[in-house]
């Protein structure tokens, strides 16, 4: 059956992308042609919007064993060993059915990193929702939470931290991301190339059913509209007790040595699997669609095609070696079947019940895709669009303020969320969720790896460069705070449509706030992933880059924790505080604004103080250290007091920063900055650090007491700290659910 | 001393268990295929925590039929020493090998944490590294760990010391306020009549060692070692009114 022009239309392919297949085929599509196309060319597949920007990012390092392109990246982090890690959005599935959404996000993200031979160790997820007192927001909230907790933690791999922010901007756009760290042995390190002319393709777990076809090309790559809930059937469903099996069963599979290439069916299922392979090995494929297992009966090559059904893996198996493979999936009862092979022709070919429904240049799907250098426009300024200190009116109680901030919905808490997921499991989990960064340790050796996940989407709103450079320093401060060194970076850049000038210049300008970060503080972005028409109704989401930062402590031993840890020890500043409120929490929370400008960044400066922490961190000097971030100086102070994961709350006696109003000096979220506590006899040692490195440190005061005292400010029992600051979210979310059953 | 642990498709604590046991604390350890039908020669096994089988229809309820459960409920009839942590524990339960069921949490939803425990019987070849009364902390990780009985399995578990462990706060307090699951009595750990099963939701196997956050959970396995080359766990009774009697038949259903 020939395709037409509207059927293209129907199918997300523009006129002019329609007549550019029309050219590379010399002849009309077929209706599984078109499929494919529309498929391969959906913004999700071929990035055409971002793939000329992304040319941008560093990408290579030293270190760096595989950069973009493939499953995931890799990085070597020595004896042999190397850590594997991505990042990838599942946003648009995740408004419309946030159960099914938020968990088929992290089995694809999960199977990315087993494709590359590593075993997934440790999960995070970004999460951001619209305003916690919308409507919506409760059930999505749940249905996320439950959906990462239930997939994860049936799988058996730890969710050990990330990012939840709630913001009216994400009201109808939430933002799901979600990454795996894997580790794997350099030298059994997997590419997904379909190398080797005749090599068999097996065809490995579930079954292929009706679910997901179209996800990627109309799901995730267009905007939602009011009838969005329509979209739901486009949703997988998905079945982490397979995902397990399928995981061990691979991870066996590639132990053997008789397999060439794995990948993961993901987005565009088989299509894609099969393309992108073909593609990476210069070779062609052949797919013979009646031989790959079905779920139901009377199902068409199209929809062979396009099934998005989860839990599925494209093998590439050394020819005569098929019986090996096929016999560890059996012992793990799942299907193994060949569903077509290797071929020298360059061309992606399906047949089915002998006829060629597909026939197609492999290059015109994966490389020579198209990719549009869409025009950018700066949007123009909005008036009074900075705040201004003069005009705003100092809080009377800073007592109230503090606790306030700290129970409002972006600095409370996450307990509520992280308690649904399993952060043990694997027995590898040293820093568990509450501290700037999770840590693990790689098992036989001394070391460990520091991960952070983490978005700003107020400093990004406001200025999307200088934005991104905050995320990617505030990232690489994570890390530093738990005494890793920065390595690398995999990030997920979500907005709204790039068919839109304005748009398209957020995201420029947030590519050169990327690449300049990643450049300075030496961190190449390994991997990623672009989630565009994050859009409803024409409303957009702020540009919202989510940076996850890979660190390695070459002595696990010597991490460190953001809590304070014994009485007397010595609390201190390190860093400038400005006059700086612009974007702060602070001022949205107590004076409702949400205006620039934006906190003033150099990044000689962030990188003296990650030396200052890292050397001070290697001498084992420091007992805690934890980025001054959202909430300013009194908020990371009391987070400091309050988050012990022993459950031991410790309080402090400190001086306010002189020269400065209070309010800034308290709740400004100037860069670049820790607070660090140590024994006071360290205190010199830690002098001579910062003089070197000439980063500005300040004696605040000491830990102690059951009191968080600020100078003349603050004056508050920890336990009304505790109470604010740690049932917060709780007590929303559940409040609200007994209202709603009611 | 050797040791066996099940992968039931679907287990997920078995490689961080056996990576203890033979890392941590040196035992022999072989891992057990839920497909086999026979057992090599052990000394302790160890039904794991995860999701057997997928846990859609009850958890444990499929494992309890898979073949392994054969010999396994053999070797618990034959006095061996079987520890079931998390869904080890479901699965005994379903199998009638322990009283009493496990359900969903009364907050309806997954909870991963570190909780305080008091251990109540430390007459056991489980637990005998303990201080009585002593109050540790292990972290708990289950959708469905609620503890439920009959009045008279409870009376029964109560009168003859078969309750190891209950969840408590940070003083040794058991109450509403302690109880992170809904569990009756606040019940944490059972064991079987004669003494050589035990049950637990917490996970010893995650509170090892110091750098991964506690060293609360390594004892339970040392008093297993030392009760195995002491024998002394065969002494039933111990002389104590609480202690661990050995009927001559095994299982409560």
């Known amino acids: ?742 | 001393m050797k040791w066996g642990i099940v992968t039931f498709p679907g287990s997920n604590d078995d490689r961080a268990t056996a990576r203890v046991l033979s890392r941590v604390l040196g035992q022999e350890t072989c891992m057990l295929w839920h497909k086999d039908y026979r057992l090599p020669e052990l000394d302790c096994i160890i039904l794991p925590g995860g999701f057997s089988y997928g846990d859609y229809l009850r958890c444990g309820s499929m494992a309890r039929f898979s073949p392994i459960m054969g010999p396994v409920r053999e070797f618990c009839e034959a006095g061996g020493l079987v520890l079931g942590i998390c869904n080890g524990f479901q699965i005994l339960c379903e199998a009638g090998i322990l009283p009493g069921a496990l359900i969903r949490n009364r907050s309806l939803l997954f909870v991963c944490q570190r909780v305080h425990l008091k251990v109540e019987n430390t007459d056991t070849p489980f637990t005998h590294r303990y201080r009585a009364g002593e109050v540790i902390r292990l972290p708990i990780k289950h959708g469905e760990g609620a503890y439920v009985a009959s009045e008279e399995v409870l009376e029964a578990l109560e009168r003859e010391g078969r309750i190891l462990l209950r969840y408590a706060d940070a003083d040794g307090q058991v109450g509403p306020h302690s109880n992170p699951n809904g569990s009756m009595r606040s019940i944490a750990a059972v064991l079987n009549e004669r003494g050589n099963v035990l049950g637990l939701m917490p996970h010893p196997e995650y509170a090892v060692e110091t750098l991964t956050g506690s060293e609360d959970g390594r004892r339970l396995f040392l008093s297993i070692i030392e009760a195995h080359a002491s024998g002394a766990w065969r002494r039933a009774g111990r002389g104590s009114q609480n202690g661990v009697q050995a009927p001559p038949e095994a299982g409560n259903r």
Not at chain 1, 209 to 236: C, M, N, W, Y
Not at chain 1, 257 to 269: H, K, N, R, T
Not at chain 1, 547 to 560: A, K, R, S, T
């Open chain 1, 1 to 742: 059956m020939e395709a037409s022009l509207e059927q293209a239309l129907e199918h997300g392919l523009t006129e002019g992308e329609y007549r550019k297949v029309l050219e590379v085929l010399g002849r009309v599509p077929s209706l599984e042609e078109l499929g494919v196309f529309s498929a391969m060319w959906s913004e999700h597949c071929s990035y055409k919007s971002s793939r000329l920007l992304l040319r941008e990012l560093p990408t290579s390092g030293p270190h760096v064993l595989q950069g973009p392109g493939e499953n995931a990246g890799v990085v070597d982090v020595g004896e042999g060993l190397a850590v594997v890690f991505k990042i990838e959005s599942h946003n648009h599935p995740s408004f419309v059915e946030p159960y099914q959404g938020a968990a088929t996000g992290v089995g694809g993200i999960l199977r990315d990193i087993f494709a590359m031979g590593a075993r997934p160790v440790a999960s995070l997820n970004s999460l951001r929702f619209g305003a916690l007192d919308h409507p919506r927001t409760n059930y999505l909230l749940r249905g996320v939470v439950a959906g990462i907790g239930d997939y994860g933690n049936s799988v058996g791999v730890p969710t050990v931290g990330g990012e939840v922010y709630f913001d009216p901007a994400y009201d109808r756009n939430i933002l799901v991301n979600a990454f795996t760290l894997g580790i794997v042995r350099v030298d059994s390190l997997y590419r997904a190339a379909a190398a080797g002319v005749g090599n068999p393709l097996l065809y490995v777990g579930s079954k292929t059913g009706r679910d997901g076809i179209h996800g990627a090309s109309l799901l995730a790559s267009a905007e939602f509209d009011s009838d969005s809930d329509k979209k739901r059937p486009t949703v997988q469903v998905g079945d982490p007790f397979t995902e397990k099996l399928l995981m061990e069963a691979c991870l066996e599979a590639i132990g053997t040595g008789s397999l060439v290439g794995i990948q993961d069916m993901g987005a565009a299922g088989l299509t894609s699997s099969a393309a992108e392979m073909a593609g990476r090995g210069g070779n062609g494929v052949e797919l013979d669609l009646c031989a790959v297992p079905k779920r139901e009966s009377g199902m068409t090559p199209y929809e062979v095609l396009l099934s998005e059904s989860q839990e599925r893996m494209l093998l590439v198996v050394k020819a005569g070696e098929e019986e090996k493979v096929k016999s560890i999936f059996s012992k793990w009862d799942l299907d193994a079947v060949v569903v077509g092979r290797v071929t020298g022709s360059g061309r992606f070919r399906a047949t089915w019940e002998g006829r060629v429904v597909a026939d197609i240049p492999v290059a015109a799907l994966t490389t020579e895709a198209p990719a549009y250098a869409r025009p950018r426009a700066q949007p123009a300024e909005e008036e009074s669009a900075e705040a201004s200190l003069g005009k705003l009116p100092e809080p009377m109680d800073y007592n109230d303020v503090v606790l306030r901030l700290l129970g409002s919905p972006n600095l409370c808490s996450r307990e509520w969320v992280y308690r649904q997921y399993d952060s043990y499991v694997g027995g590898d989990t040293v820093v568990r969720p509450g501290s700037d960064a999770a840590v693990l340790r790689l098992d036989d050796t001394k070391k460990g790896v520091a991960i952070s996940l983490d978005g700003n989407s107020r400093f990004c709103r406001l200025d999307p460069y200088v934005g991104a450079v905050i995320a990617v320093a505030e990232g690489a401060r994570n890390v530093v705070a738990s005494g890793a060194r920065p390595l690398a970076i995999t990030n997920c850049l979500n907005f709204g449509n790039p068919e839109k000038p304005q748009v398209m210049w957020q995201f420029e300008e947030t590519i050169y706030g990327l690449r300049d970060a990643c450049r300075a503080l030496g961190t190449p972005v390994v991997s990623g992933n672009v989630s565009f028409y994050n859009e409803t109704e024409g409303q957009g989401i702020p540009p919202t880059p989510v940076i996850g930062m890979v660190g390695l402590l070459e002595d696990v031993g010597f991490h460190l924790t953001q809590w304070f840890k014994e009485e007397g020890d010595v609390i201190v500043l390190l860093g400038r505080s400005r006059e700086e409120i612009g974007g702060s929490e602070y001022l949205h929370v107590i004076h409702g604004e949400i205006k620039g400008p934006v906190p003033w960044i150099d990044l000689k400066v962030e990188k003296a103080l990650h030396s200052v922490c890292l050397a001070a961190a290697r001498d084992g000097i420091l007992r805690s250290a934890h980025d001054v971030a959202e909430g300013g100086l009194a908020v990371a102070l009391a987070e400091s007091c309050l988050s012990a994961d022993n459950g031991v709350m410790l309080g402090a006696r400190v001086e306010a920063e002189a020269g400065l109003r209070p309010d800034a000096a308290l709740f400004g979220e100037s860069q670049s900055r820790m607070i660090v506590s140590l024994r006071r006899r360290h205190l010199n040692q830690l002098r001579e650090l910062c003089r070197r490195e000439q980063v500005p440190m300040l004696v605040l005061g000491e830990v102690g007491g059951n009191r968080l005292e600020i100078g003349e400010y603050v004056d508050l029992p920890l336990k009304h700290l505790y109470e604010s600051w740690k049932g917060a979210l709780g007590r929303q979310v559940e409040g609200r659910a007994r209202v709603a059953v009611a």
